[in-house]
Structures are given as structure tokens and as C-alpha cells.
T-cell receptor, first 114, second 115 residues
Framework: DTEVTQTPKHLVMGMTNKKSLKCEQH?????MYWYKQKAKKPPELMFV???????INESVPSRFSPECPNSSLLNLHLHALQPEDSALYLC?????????????FGPGTRLTVL | SQQGEEDPQALSIQEGENATMNCSYK?????LQWYRQNSGRGLVHLIL?????REKHSGRLRVTLDTSKKSSSLLITASRAADTASYFC???????????????FGKGTKLTVNP
């Protein structure tokens, strides 16, 4: 299985809602990533879990909260989002963390915040 | 912050022609990767070239790296309509809080191959 799956495909939420995005891989990869991609822009790295240890892009606001229940699963908890958070959220995984590892991406969750 | 800048931003060619995309970056790197993204979908890894390599091939793809000029190029030969996508270069660019390395993507080139 060489696939990264993400659910849901689409999500519409209000600014007071709490929701979660989910990501799963069964390739035995030990690094997993969350990216945010606005329209016509490149993906921007938000968080990395490497061997279930978290690294954070300091520019990401605290209304985004990642969780890694085990090495195959990755969640992104969303709370009190703003309309400017509307974007495509991409999950990726790699064998290991580091510059020589290719990343495998899921299809993304398209998030709209009203 | 963006490390890579692709050029051109958009490229439109006919099927069968070659497509060349360029990427320039600012700081020294360990490697450079190229990814493809079909409209609104996830990214697909194409090729990785290490800083001590000058050229790499994979099928119809040819990547070059010139570390003295801090630039890379991606050549797609004999293009097909299915090659229509956005192409991004990505380089390692420092560390996140927590110690993991940061992969930074360039702005991308939108390639359209007309049948």
C-alpha cells in the first residue's frame, strides 16, 4: 500500500466550530507532515511528526493543533478558525525525516471557513 | 519564506514539444526535489538530485543542478497532454522548532500541454 489517505475530502465550517482532519498511511513511514496550500501558491509546511516527536513552524497560529496517535495516523484539530484559513490541507509522509527522503502526499482536504 | 523560485510562472506548449522549467534558490542546499501537482490534488514526487550531482534522468525527465549558480532545471521531453500540471522545486531550508528539517517549495510553474 503506497497511499496516503485523507478525510474528509471537503469541509465547510463556521468560525466557532471545532473539527478535525485525518490522515493515514500504511507504508511504515516514520515521518508525517501537515501542509497548507492557498490557491495558486506553493504548499507551506505547518507541522512535522518524526518518530512521533513534533516539530512546529512557529508562524502557524495556535488554532491549529496537530496530534499523532500512532505512527500511521495524523490528525489536525481545528478550532476558532478564520476565513483566511480556507485552503487545501495536505498530509504527507516519508520513510524518515530529513532532506534525502521523498514525501508521499495525500489528495488533501479542501477547507472552507465561513 | 520561499527558498526556490521557478521560472517561467506559466508555460504553454504543444504535445510532442519539450518543456523546460527553471528553479533558483538562495542558500546552500543538501538536495533539490521536483514535484508535480495536478489541479487541486496532492503532490507527486518526480526526482531528487543531491548537491554533489550535476544531472539526473528518470524516464522523460532530466534534471540538472548547478550549485555555483544556485539553480536547477527540469526538462520534460516529448510532452503529453497528461503532463499538464504545476511543477514545484523544493529544497531543504533550515529547521523547525523541534528539530525537524524544513522542506520549502518554490512558487511553481504551471505547464499546459495542448493536444
Amino acid at each position: 500500500d503506497t497511499e496516503v489517505t485523507q478525510t474528509p475530502k471537503h469541509l465547510v465550517m463556521g468560525m466557532t466550530n471545532k473539527k478535525s482532519l485525518k490522515c493515514e498511511q500504511h507504508m511504515g513511514h516514520r515521518a508525517m507532515y501537515w501542509y497548507k496550500q492557498k490557491a495558486k501558491k506553493p504548499p507551506e509546511l505547518m507541522f512535522v511528526y518524526s518518530y512521533e516527536k513534533l516539530s512546529i513552524n512557529e508562524s502557524v497560529p495556535s488554532r491549529f493543533s496537530p496530534e499523532c496517535p500512532n505512527s500511521s495516523l495524523l490528525n489536525l484539530h481545528l478550532h476558532a478558525l478564520q476565513p483566511e484559513d480556507s485552503a487545501l490541507y495536505l498530509c504527507a509522509s516519508s520513510q524518515d525525516q530529513g532532506p534525502y527522503n521523498e514525501q508521499f502526499f495525500g489528495p488533501g482536504t479542501r477547507l472552507t471557513v465561513l | 519564506s520561499q527558498q526556490g523560485e521557478e521560472d517561467p510562472q506559466a508555460l504553454s506548449i504543444q504535445e510532442g514539444e519539450n518543456a523546460t522549467m527553471n528553479c533558483s534558490y538562495k542558500t546552500s542546499i543538501n538536495n533539490l526535489q521536483w514535484y508535480r501537482q495536478n489541479s487541486g490534488r496532492g503532490l507527486v514526487h518526480l526526482i531528487l538530485i543531491r548537491s554533489n550531482e550535476r544531472e539526473k534522468h528518470s524516464g522523460r525527465l532530466r534534471v540538472t543542478l548547478d550549485t555555483s549558480k544556485k539553480s536547477s532545471s527540469l526538462l520534460i521531453t516529448a510532452s503529453r497532454a497528461a503532463d499538464t500540471a504545476s511543477y514545484f522545486c523544493a529544497t531543504d531550508a533550515g529547521y523547525l522548532q523541534g528539530g525537524s528539517e524544513k522542506l520549502v517549495f518554490g512558487k511553481g510553474t504551471k505547464l499546459t500541454v495542448n493536444p
